[in-house]
Nanobody, 115 residues
Framework: QVQLVESGGGLVQPGGSLRLSCAAS????????MGWYRQAPGKERELVAM???????NYADSVKGRFTISRDNAKNTIFLQMNNLKPEDTAVYYC?????????WGQGTQVTVSS
């Protein structure tokens, strides 16, 4: 079992920045991929960004050039740096970690982009 705890969400104005963190209860090297997903009201959950255990990354087209995913293996934490935020980025952001057998999810953190 792995517990994932997100933090860093909040209210920000358009054009602003936030940095989300996801802390794992055990070594993230045991998770071959970790990622950030988001779910806006009335919409399905969608992939935002993912990072492999070797550091390879993948982003949704809607966030390329604005968001950066990274990981700190020593702290068992991944991050999502979000710049130039737009109102359409408003959603609950979830952290996910995968092993071969399981997917693990955090409880989510709310990001609201509004003036």
């Amino acid at each position: 079992q792995v517990q994932l705890v997100e933090s860093g969400g909040g209210l920000v104005q358009p054009g602003g920045s936030l940095r989300l963190s996801c802390a794992a209860s055990r070594s993230i090297l045991s998770l071959y991929v970790m990622g950030w997903y988001r779910q806006a009201p009335g919409k399905e959950r969608e992939l935002v960004a993912m990072i492999g255990s070797g550091g390879s990354t993948n982003y949704a087209d809607s966030v390329k050039g604005r968001f950066t995913i990274s990981r700190d293996n020593a702290k068992n934490t991944i991050f999502l740096q979000m710049n130039n935020l737009k109102p359409e980025d408003t959603a609950v952001y979830y952290c996910q970690g995968r092993t071969v057998a399981n997917n693990y999810w955090g409880q989510g953190t709310q990001v609201t982009v509004s003036s």
